[in-house]
């Protein structure tokens, strides 16, 4: 059992920037892979970010390479996610999952691979 608290959220103008944090609690050793996910109004939930947390390996949706960064701090069981050069189609609302046990690369970006949801974080990017 893990429990995942997001926070870092805001209102900001296109072109600036917000840091996200997720953190948790409980059986932390057991987490192989976090996620960022986002979700607007009327779309269904995607991927945004993934770190595997052995290696610190990371991966990113095109819509936010070269954007976002997506880090660990370990020793305080916390996963960021930076986000540069905001723009208005990155407004809404953001989750982070976790997950027990392997994962594959084609299932990186299912909401359905990752067993834990934090509450979710709202962020709206303003023109």
């Known amino acids: 059992q893990v429990q995942l608290v997001e926070s870092g959220g805001g209102s900001v103008q296109a072109g600036g920037s917000l840091r996200l944090s997720c953190a948790a609690s409980g059986d932390t050793r057991r987490i192989n892979y976090i996620s960022w996910f986002r979700q607007a109004p009327g779309k269904e939930r995607e991927g945004v970010a993934v770190i595997y947390t052995g290696l610190g390996s990371t991966y990113y949706a095109d819509s936010v390479k070269g954007r976002f960064t997506i880090s660990q701090d370990n020793a305080k069981n916390a996963v960021y996610l930076q986000m540069n050069s905001l723009k208005p189609e990155d407004s809404a609302m953001y989750y982070c999952?976790?997950?027990?046990?392997?994962?594959?690369?084609?299932?990186?970006?299912?909401?359905?691979?990752?067993?834990?949801w934090g509450q979710g974080t709202q962020v709206t990017v303003s023109s």
């Open positions: 999952g976790a997950r027990f046990g392997p994962l594959t690369a084609g299932r990186l970006w299912q909401e359905a691979a990752y067993n834990y």
